[in-house]
């Protein structure tokens, strides 16, 4: 409890800095959207898992209890006895400790999706927050890229499924071998000695959708000064070597095979290259099989991914459609899931390589481009609101909302102070389509009167409605004994 | 990254102690019972309302950063700002701060229901754990206990929505006022001065379902010894009061106005204790206009609730049926939901009273009940799963599983490696229903072979089975044309 001196200060009434609230329509939204992709995660055969929020650091792996707080980018404390725990960054991480441990009782291989938040100890940012949400599918214990294939035609579907059209999106993919075989042709083939310079490659490469290929080529070579005069020190590749990395970011052609071709052309007398080219015809043989075009995936080597921990095919879903950004420029929506085959995060904990693959949708940047195209899903009708014209009537409210919510519609009865004015400006506020009211009077000749909120939102709203009110009065009179059908009826006009 | 000392040591693949993972049937039949629980709270009127896991310890309340580590009880860390945060320990509490936060924008009253998990930092032990699930609803804003009455009803109408028989379970209530007249009325009446002795009598009244009277009334008066010789010294009242105390906790009649009448004649002179009966005797009335009877909800003075920010009616869902405990002694399940009215929780904030009352759902502690009685839902079955006889035709399997996901089927490619028993073991451990074989010969005749998996498991388990077999074979041929057709006879035969 306070000690006497913090007895007169009041909390602060906000939620910590960089976390915020979810409510009513949004939420709704947002369930609706995971209950679709996640069914779609279901028919391609994945099943649930959910981990807890807290791992132990060791086991998140990014972060080693060596320094005395080891919270940077994860929220990190010390459990009692002194093991450091952290809330999980991603879903990926507890997959594979998840794994480790209960390898022997899952089948193989393993198909999982999971939906949760997952936390980052970061600076927060308009519309960057420290709590967000992911929905992965992840296929652990098999080298097939045909696992691939599918996560990718799986991502096609979960996209059409929530509702964004074919042509509005793409599913592209790439291999991590294809660009280990670039690197190889340059003369950058040691992952060791020359992992700095490998690694400025990969950086100037993944920022073509930005700066376009003037800019890589910069990166590539010497380095690039920026708008603000800030200078990036480049991979220093001479002029023939940015051109070879240059042919491979730009190797995308009109259908699959002349792109592999371009690839085998570049990196096929490499050992990686050959093998990247080789996975990446049988992914494009697989989804092709599958019925999934061009126009839905694509082989695209201009897909890099952030993340170090990809070894194989990565894939990324963009939007193609274009939204106007804060300062009202047409952009395309860009990307909203991206995954890719990882070998190794198993092997941390087992020493086993053990093979998997898998994606993550970014839920509140696929929710937001729902909304920028208007599929947001919500059943975010309010309830019927029984009005209280008389208090002493309260057990007769209660019976009419039971009698409501008995045939299944959402009701309640004003619980609030005021007078009907008010308690129509609550029904309102709620977005209820029908307010019961029964005074003395009606009581007395057996009545209620049924008020149509929803067609007197769309009166307000519309000028031309003289004859639509004459046709639809907004409030009618009901026998008490019909009260269940009546309030149908209305809602169901309104819903038509 | 892990210095050069650590590089062989393998991290521990172990969830942290006192967590949990959640998978398959489990998982799903937890998301069905939920959302069984929320499409009620939905019906009566209550919106969805999601706050972060974290929030700050200040908010939270009930610890204060005047020492180094606040986290007795719960998982505190401190932000960079030096801000003390820390994950919420329930559901109410970060209500009280969102409320308080928001209160302008949101309609009076504000009905809200919450899902989610909460993290205590306890001593882990058997099935205790430090993460959990709470579903709760809760009305802010309006001091009338006909938002009581109908969170009662609410109560029962959810246990019937999740499978629990009507007579299977209790929803009894009670009123701290009525605890306070009580303790008025044997000289306990000063909240302040009389602490510790008001405190004393509150426990020893709430181990009646425990203890029975007896061990009841020997804690209101000395003490009381327990099996292990262990003495809990007691709160020191008279005889005579002590029988008063008794009074209070026996006076459940056999319906709620003979009840009410014990009450009355009990503490009907003390302020508290009149204006706690007339609650009462307003929420019996209302829900008997609902149609809530005793066989469903019930006015009983036995019910205490332990935690201390109840200030009016408290309330509290029992499941009456047997079970055998861990030691194979019969017992009642007992109870899995409870709640109360708050009037003081955001007041904290605003320093204006807000009269609020709520229920939470223990989820884990409902979920074990439906599975004691057999009530746990689960879409768990298993995908169909196409076995891979031939890796050179692997686009044809690829093709078959996309036919019968586009049909809403679920479905997959082996994707493992082995030969066709292994593969019929992995779709076993599925639990999937159907296999599906096409080898060399079935391609060149056009046909696929389906393995009817259910069935097989059936005749496996079964006697006499030998005509069933006849009739039903467990292995059918069918024309590749009509792959989806057949799979969906074969599954439809497995369900019925």
């Excluded at 949708?361 to 929710?367: E, K, P, T």
């Excluded at 009546?486 to 006009?493: K, P, S, T």
């Amino acid at each position: 409890m306070a000690g006497p001196k913090q007895k007169t200060r009041r909390p602060k009434a906000e939620a910590p800095k960089g976390f915020r609230d979810w409510m009513g329509a949004e939420l709704e939204a947002r369930a609706a959207m995971l209950a679709r992709v996640t069914e779609v995660y279901r028919r391609y055969g994945f099943d649930p898992l959910e981990t807890p929020a807290i791992e132990t650091v060791e086991a998140l792996g990014k972060f080693l209890p060596d320094v005395d707080r080891p919270n940077e980018g994860v929220f990190a404390f010390q459990d009692d006895d002194e093991t450091w725990l952290a809330l999980r960054y991603d879903l990926t991480a507890p997959l594979a400790r998840f794994y480790a441990q209960n390898q022997l009782h899952l089948p193989t291989p393993y198909r999982r999706y999971a939906v949760g938040p997952v936390w980052r100890n970061e600076k927060p940012g308009p519309g960057r927050f420290r709590q967000f949400y992911q929905c992965d599918a992840d296929t652990v214990g098999t080298p097939t890229v045909a696992a691939d294939a599918e996560t990718c035609a799986m991502l096609a579907d979960a996209l059409e499924a929530v509702g964004v059209a074919r042509g509005d999106y793409l599913v592209r993919i790439n291999n991590r071998k294809v660009l280990n075989g670039v690197l190889e042709a340059i003369g950058l083939g040691d992952p060791e000695a020359d992992a700095a310079a490998r690694g400025a490659v990969s950086r100037a490469v993944d920022k073509l959708d930005r700066l376009g290929p003037d800019g890589v080529r910069l990166l590539l070579g010497e380095g690039r000064k920026d708008e603000s005069g800030d200078f990036t020190k480049g991979a220093g590749l001479s002029a023939e070597r940015v051109e070879i990395v240059m042919g491979f970011v730009g190797a995308l052609r009109d259908d699959a095979s002349a792109t592999l071709g371009a690839l085998r052309d570049l990196v096929g007398r490499t050992r990686a290259g050959a093998e990247g080219v080789a996975e990446l015809d049988e992914i494009a043989t697989l989804l092709d099989a599958q019925g999934y075009g061009p126009d839905r995936v694509r082989l695209d080597p201009s897909v890099v991914r952030g993340l170090g921990y990809y070894t194989g095919p990565v894939y990324e879903a963009e939007l193609t459609f274009e939204i106007l950004d804060d300062e009202g420029r047409k952009r395309q929506f860009g990307s909203v899931a991206g995954g890719g085959r990882y070998d190794d995060l198993v092997k941390r904990f087992t020493g086993q390589a053990t093979p998997a693959t898998g994606v993550s949708v970014g839920v509140d940047r696929l929710l937001s481009a729902l909304r920028a195209i208007g599929r947001l899903e919500a059943d975010s009708a309010g309830p019927v609101v029984v009005t209280v014209m008389d208090r002493a009537r309260m057990a007769d409210y209660q019976r009419m909302v039971a009698e409501l919510r008995g045939a299944g519609v959402r009701a309640e009865v004003f619980l609030g102070g005021g007078n009907l004015g008010k308690q129509m400006k609550y029904a309102d506020r709620r977005g209820s389509g029908v307010a019961v009211i029964m005074g003395e009077d009606e009581a007395a000749r057996g009545v209620v009167q049924l008020k149509d909120l929803a067609l007197g939102a769309r009166l307000a709203a519309e000028i031309e409605t003289n004859e639509a009110w004459k046709a639809q009065p907004a409030q009618i009179e009901a026998p008490r004994g019909e009260l269940v059908a009546a309030v149908r009826a209305m809602l169901a006009r309104a819903g038509g």
